[in-house]
């Protein structure tokens, strides 16, 4: 993303392109007629109707897309999980959360719904349908090579947030950049969008992780700590390290409004019981 567009993205600022759908040509001010229709839709969707049978009656009353084409399910479901729907600003595929607190960056124009029934909605699709997962009706990107981690927690950390039945979301969470100095990337839950951590806080906590707590349990070679901090030891190597001693970290939200950075956020999941999370669980006191 260039600067430009990210600047833009930040400040809540839409962006170029056709307009979206429910929206006037300034994209700001709703559309009275596709605004109703996109609410309607959200509410059947939520009720157990059919994203087909939705797509059919747009179609009935003669509703075409703002580039033309005939509504079906796919530009449906696009419309409607839209973060843009409930005020929430995404771009490229991610929505945008102020990485101090996780909250999601809103956007300057009329929202169409709560974002609780933005939530709602998407929670009747699967993730890999959603608008977040699938742009805005880009083709989707698949056969292509995955790119080398650029950060050291990339692929550890998972979403501590809580779905609204009380389960934890628990889905990856993915480097992006970020918006300030002290954050020039964060990581960023793409299932429920509802956790972000600063990159740099999260890399910190976890070489904590690694160095500090798990030294009473896991004994990692003192050679192999000295070459980490001497700066010798390259990303690759540095991830094969954490990936000896974690599997995986839950991240908690963020606390709207808190000062300092908690690294205590970050913490090895229990994939088993009694194990915390933590691969070699050797403890070395009596
Ligand atoms: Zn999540």
Known sequence: MSDWHWARAAEGVPHSGPR??????DRITLHPDEA??????????IAGKAVRGIAADWCD???TGTRGGRPNAQTVTQIITAPRVCGYRANRGELLLIPETGQPVHGQWEPIVMPERWHAVCATFSPGSLYLHRGSGAPRRTGQKRPTPRYLATGFLRCGALRPDG???????????????????VYSCRSCGRCSISGPLADEALEQLVFSEAQGLAK???LMRDRWRSGEMELEEKRKVVASVVTRCIVRPGVKGAASWDHSRVEPLPEHPGRAGWRYAEPTGP
Request: charged share 20%; glycine share 10%.
């Open 167 to 185: 389960t934890m979301c628990r889905g990856a969470l993915c480097a992006q950049k970020g918006r300030s100095r002290k954050s020039p990337y």
């Open 20 to 25: 979206p759908f429910g929206w006037q040509e």
């Open 36 to 45: 109703n229709l996109v609410e309607q839709a959200i509410s059947d969707r």
């Open 61 to 63: 009353l003669g509703v």
């Open 220 to 222: 990692l070679p003192p």
